[in-house]
């Protein structure tokens, strides 16, 4: 079936470190975003890239649609950067299906 | 330009209670959709709108229901609320159909249940 899985689970950095997130999708995409869940459990958009590469300061993200992965990128990290990181995937031949979230990077940024 | 508004943020009821939750999407958007986030099952789809009309419904009980109106403003409704339904309630909305579109979330409404 339809799978959007995230890795790695968990990450610890120091504060200054860079880090990549991956997000690997089992079909063909029409749309897909990078959100980050604040501690407060607001979802806020980061990227919406089914495809190409763009950046937004110390963050930038990737998508190789014809291998099925995409990349989050975070340079010099800084402890506001803690939170979930979701990758969230609508498939191109699915339908109606909504948008399928995988279960998040979870990420803690140290002083 | 005003976000996606959600109300309202906390709430506590207790087993066998109704909670009306209300999602207000951003200017010009008609497409909200509803997810429930708990920590064992992640982000969940409940509910997704249209113009007034159900598109797509998740894999939940008939309890939960929801609604769209015409100022594209929606309203979700869990009737006989037991413990498991104490989650994060998350609201999106975008301009058209999903596909293309970038979507945006509320802050969510935190439901407990006692």
């Known amino acids: 079936g339809i799978q959007v899985e995230q890795s790695p689970p968990d990450l610890i950095l120091q504060e200054g470190a860079n880090s990549t997130l991956r997000c690997n999708f089992s079909?063909?995409?029409?749309?897909l975003q990078w959100f980050h869940q604040n501690p407060w459990g607001q979802l806020i958009n980061l990227f919406y890239?089914?495809?190409g590469t763009k950046q937004n300061g110390r963050l930038s993200a990737t998508t190789v649609a014809t291998e099925r992965y995409s990349l989050l990128y975070i340079s010099s990290s800084q402890t506001t950067d803690s939170g979930v990181y979701f990758c969230?995937?609508?498939?191109?031949?699915?339908?109606?299906?909504?948008?399928?979230f995988g279960k998040g990077t979870r990420l803690s940024v140290i002083a | 330009k005003a976000g996606v508004t959600q109300t309202p943020r906390y709430l506590i009821k207790t087993r066998g209670q109704q909670v009306t939750l209300s999602c207000s999407p951003i200017?010009?958007?008609?497409?909200v959709s509803w997810y429930q986030q708990t920590p064992g099952q992640g982000l969940q789809f409940l509910f997704e709108?249209?113009?007034?009309?159900?598109?797509n419904k998740g894999n939940f009980p008939g309890r939960f229901s929801g609604r769209q109106f015409s100022n594209s403003r929606s309203e979700m409704n869990v009737s006989t609320l037991e413990l498991g339904d104490s989650a994060l309630y998350l609201c999106?909305?975008?301009?058209?159909?999903?596909?293309?579109?970038?979507?945006?979330f509320g802050e969510g409404s935190w439901l407990t249940v006692v």
């Open positions: 999106a909305s975008s301009s058209g159909q999903f596909s293309g579109n970038t979507i945006y």
């Open positions: 079909d063909s995409v029409n749309n």
């Open positions: 890239i089914p495809s």
């Open positions: 969230a995937v609508l498939f191109r031949n699915s339908g109606n299906t909504p948008l399928v």
């Open positions: 200017s010009g958007h008609r497409s």
């Open positions: 709108y249209f113009s007034e009309t159900q598109r």
